[in-house]
């Protein structure tokens, strides 16, 4: 099917079930919940997209189940489920597992979730607290002997994913009820800036190539003073293209560790406080990429383009230089 204009396509990056939902499903709707948070469960070495919808809701992405466990529904299940609609997901489809399928669970999954998906259009889900059911008919189909030696491979998936929640949950349980859930992301975050920053100055080395320099003088037509780019003007292009692309926070830190002058300039170049092994390695490679970016670049506005589509095609970059 080809989509009737270039809108309607999602982004090459992403989740293709999701994305082929958004152009096939009809076009976003006001009056059905939207994903807010999108991300991935990955449990037992298997990865399974999820979300959060505005009324509060988790969600699993649906078509995406039954790949995590193996299943692929047959013609005669897509016949039989384009003409009645209700039928079961093709991962509880099979006779064999009727008997052990609830009338809770069946209820949820005949009423599954439709929201606004990331992409503009719509998607559909399962309610993310009956997937550890859906596992239970598998294990509880594998324990009475229903199921024939190809199809206890799912019931093991489902084991695994079992377990996987069984330790997730305890976690999560574990961190609520001592308050750590409300201190994880600011000691990750901690973890991240000690792994970066150094406490001590590093003898300065050239870190930033004279090519670095010159992309930038070529693609903003030199915004010089006497034939020399204004610092201030480097500097926005240094913070904004190479330093914020290290981790959350690690600008901030290394503005805060490193002293200034009387006139309000730095004393040390700021990536004197990285550390040499991850911080400066980091720092280096970015260089190296911003300034085969520019290089390959016709003007600056390529050039953002060109950015935005390495380092996040879903994210709205503040382009003001």
Same mark, same amino acid.
């Given at each position: 099917?080809?989509?009737?204009?270039?809108?309607?396509?999602? /982004?090459?990056?992403?989740?293709?079930?999701?994305?082929?939902?958004?152009?096939?499903?009809?076009?976003?709707?006001?009056? &059905?919940?939207?994903?807010?948070?999108?991300?991935?469960?990955?449990?037992?070495?298997?990865?399974? +997209?999820?979300?959060?919808?505005?009324?509060?809701?988790?969600?699993?992405?649906?078509?995406?189940?039954? %790949?995590?466990?193996?299943?692929?529904?047959?013609?005669?299940?897509?016949?039989?489920?384009?003409?009645?609609?209700?039928?079961?997901?093709?991962?509880?489809?099979?006779?064999?597992?009727?008997?052990?399928?609830?009338?809770?669970?069946?209820?949820?999954?005949?009423?599954?979730?439709?929201?606004?998906?990331?992409?503009?259009?719509?998607?559909? !889900?399962?309610?993310?607290?009956?997937? +550890?059911?859906?596992?239970?008919?598998? &294990?509880?189909?594998?324990?009475?002997?229903?199921?024939?030696?190809?199809? %206890?491979?799912?019931?093991?998936?489902?084991? &695994?994913? &079992? %377990?996987?929640?069984?330790?997730?949950?305890?976690?999560?349980?574990?961190?609520?009820?001592?308050?750590?859930?409300?201190?994880?992301?600011?000691?990750?975050?901690?973890?991240?800036?000690?792994?970066?920053?150094?406490?001590?100055?590093?003898?300065?080395?050239?870190?930033?190539?004279?090519? $670095?320099?010159?992309?930038?003088?070529?693609?903003?037509?030199?915004?010089?003073?006497?034939?020399?780019?204004?610092?201030? $003007?480097?500097?926005?292009?240094?913070?904004?293209?190479?330093?914020?692309?290290?981790?959350?926070?690690?600008?901030?830190?290394?503005?805060? %560790?490193?002293?200034?002058?009387?006139? !309000?300039?730095?004393?040390?170049?700021?990536?004197?406080?990285?550390? /040499?092994?991850?911080?400066?390695?980091?720092?280096?490679?970015?260089?190296?990429?911003?300034?085969?970016?520019?290089?390959?670049?016709?003007?600056?506005?390529?050039?953002?383009?060109? $950015?935005?589509?390495?380092?996040?095609?879903?994210?709205?970059?503040?382009?003001?230089?």
């Amino acid at each position: 099917m080809t989509p009737k204009n270039k809108e309607e396509i999602p /982004p090459i990056d992403a989740d293709l079930d999701e994305a082929v939902e958004a152009v096939l499903l009809p076009k976003k709707k006001s009056d &059905i919940p939207t994903a807010t948070h999108t991300g991935e469960l990955v449990i037992g070495g298997k990865t399974i +997209p999820c979300a959060v919808l505005d009324n509060g809701e988790r969600v699993i992405a649906d078509r995406t189940l039954a %790949k995590t466990l193996g299943i692929k529904g047959g013609g005669r299940y897509w016949e039989k489920k384009k003409e009645n609609g209700a039928l079961m997901p093709e991962y509880l489809s099979a006779k064999y597992l009727a008997p052990y399928i609830s009338s809770e669970l069946r209820d949820n999954l005949s009423n599954r979730i439709t929201y606004n998906s990331k992409f503009g259009g719509l998607a559909n !889900g399962i309610r993310a607290i009956v997937l +550890p059911q859906i596992c239970d008919v598998w &294990i509880n189909a594998d324990k009475n002997g229903a199921l024939s030696e190809p199809q %206890k491979k799912i019931a093991e998936l489902a084991y &695994i994913l &079992i %377990k996987g929640f069984a330790t997730v949950g305890i976690v999560a349980l574990v961190d609520e009820a001592t308050g750590y859930q409300y201190e994880r992301q600011s000691l990750e975050l901690q973890k991240i800036l000690s792994a970066y920053i150094s406490e001590e100055t590093a003898k300065w080395q050239l870190t930033f190539s004279k090519d $670095f320099y010159r992309q930038i003088a070529r693609l903003w037509n030199n915004p010089s003073v006497n034939n020399t780019i204004k610092p201030s $003007f480097v500097g926005k292009i240094t913070n904004k293209y190479v330093y914020e692309m290290l981790p959350n926070g690690v600008l901030k830190m290394l503005k805060e %560790k490193t002293p200034k002058t009387e006139k !309000g300039n730095y004393k040390h170049k700021l990536h004197q406080h990285l550390t /040499p092994e991850i911080g400066r390695e980091h720092l280096r490679q970015q260089i190296i990429e911003v300034t085969t970016l520019m290089s390959v670049s016709r003007n600056k506005d390529e050039f953002k383009e060109f $950015f935005r589509k390495k380092y996040n095609p879903q994210r709205e970059f503040d382009f003001d230089y």
